[in-house]
């Protein structure tokens, strides 16, 4: 090989190899290009947190979720014994019914924060007067140990946060460790919570709200407002996320407690 040949040669290998990495450089960009646009509409269009599909601006769900919800209608909130007026976001149908049974057993707090968020879609156009206070029903200390969180409370923050009114999380306590209300009858689950609470410091307010995950009988919220009554509270709202109206056979066999 000549001088002149071996020049050409290793000119020929030096532009090749930058061209080379010039395509490199070229298709890795292109590669993180991809992925940051990805990353960009997973950020701005998230998706369902049902189905997978992109989700309505600001909301959890797409449109066909939001619309298959057992959505609550006002003449379904009926009357709890010691509450002026009680209101609920669903039916205890499905999906809402598995839903709150995968959370409590399945401890699926991503799947809490979601269904917070939408009962309190269900339950700020039927408040017509503005409670001062929200108190979530406590659980007694050892049923929270075991689950690690109580489902009432957690429900219960997105409403608090949107009407910008304080959650009472210590003012009342349960002092009774009682039976699960699933495994009783009506009359059975009145003497079960019979002075289950206990107030812990006198109320600044006059208007609250109660609130449980699942309104069934409506005994634990009784015994709570009477407690409430007897210290000096004089307006009661028993708020809900879900409330049964015609449930099916599973959601009797397993209902909420």
Same mark, same amino acid.
Request: aromatic letters at 6%; hydrophobic letters at 40%.
């Given at each position: 090989?000549?001088?002149? &040949?071996?020049?050409?040669?290793? &000119?020929?290998?030096?532009?090749?190899?930058?061209?080379?990495?010039?395509?490199?450089?070229?298709?890795?960009?292109?590669?993180?290009?991809?992925? /940051?646009?990805?990353?960009?509409?997973?950020?701005?269009?998230?998706?369902?947190?049902?189905?997978?599909?992109?989700?309505?601006?600001?909301?959890?769900?797409?449109?066909?979720?939001?619309?298959?919800?057992?959505?609550?209608?006002?003449?379904?909130? =009926?009357?709890?014994?010691?509450?002026?007026?009680?209101?609920?976001?669903?039916?205890?149908?499905?999906?809402?019914?598995?839903?709150?049974?995968?959370?409590?057993?399945?401890?699926?707090?991503?799947?809490?924060?979601?269904?917070?968020? %939408? &009962?309190?879609?269900?339950?700020?156009?039927?408040?017509?007067? %503005?409670?001062?206070?929200?108190?979530?029903?406590?659980? =007694?200390?050892?049923?929270?140990?075991?689950?690690?969180?109580?489902?009432?409370?957690?429900?219960?923050?997105?409403?608090?946060?949107?009407?910008?009114?304080? /959650? /009472?999380?210590?003012?009342?306590?349960?002092?009774?460790?009682?039976?699960?209300?699933?495994?009783?009858?009506?009359?059975?689950?009145?003497?079960?919570?019979?002075?289950?609470?206990?107030?812990?410091?006198?109320?600044?307010?006059?208007?609250?709200?109660?609130?449980?995950?699942?309104?069934? &009988?409506?005994?634990?919220? =009784?015994?709570?407002?009477?407690?409430?009554?007897?210290?000096?509270?004089? =307006?009661?709202?028993?708020?809900?996320?879900?409330?049964?109206?015609?449930?099916?056979?599973?959601?009797?066999?397993?209902?909420?407690?």
């Amino acid at each position: 090989m000549d001088r002149r &040949t071996g020049n050409l040669r290793r &000119t020929f290998l030096r532009h090749g190899q930058r061209f080379s990495a010039r395509i490199t450089t070229r298709t890795t960009n292109a590669l993180m290009l991809t992925r /940051l646009r990805r990353i960009t509409h997973h950020l701005l269009q998230p998706d369902c947190a049902f189905c997978g599909e992109p989700r309505l601006p600001d909301y959890p769900l797409c449109q066909a979720c939001h619309d298959d919800l057992p959505w609550l209608a006002a003449h379904h909130n =009926h009357a709890i014994p010691g509450c002026d007026n009680s209101i609920s976001a669903f039916a205890y149908q499905t999906p809402i019914s598995s839903l709150l049974l995968s959370i409590k057993f399945g401890k699926r707090l991503r799947d809490l924060t979601t269904l917070g968020e %939408l &009962t309190a879609v269900g339950i700020l156009p039927q408040i017509s007067q %503005l409670p001062q206070a929200i108190l979530p029903v406590p659980l =007694h200390p050892q049923r929270l140990h075991e689950r690690g969180f109580n489902q009432a409370l957690e429900l219960a923050r997105p409403l608090a946060k949107q009407l910008g009114i304080p /959650l /009472l999380t210590r003012t009342v306590v349960r002092q009774k460790a009682t039976l699960r209300q699933t495994e009783l009858d009506s009359t059975q689950r009145q003497q079960n919570v019979l002075q289950a609470f206990h107030l812990n410091a006198p109320l600044p307010y006059t208007r609250i709200a109660l609130f449980d995950d699942v309104i069934t &009988t409506g005994a634990t919220l =009784h015994s709570l407002a009477q407690l409430l009554r007897a210290n000096g509270v004089q =307006h009661l709202e028993a708020w809900s996320c879900a409330r049964p109206i015609q449930r099916q056979k599973h959601e009797f066999d397993r209902q909420i407690d």
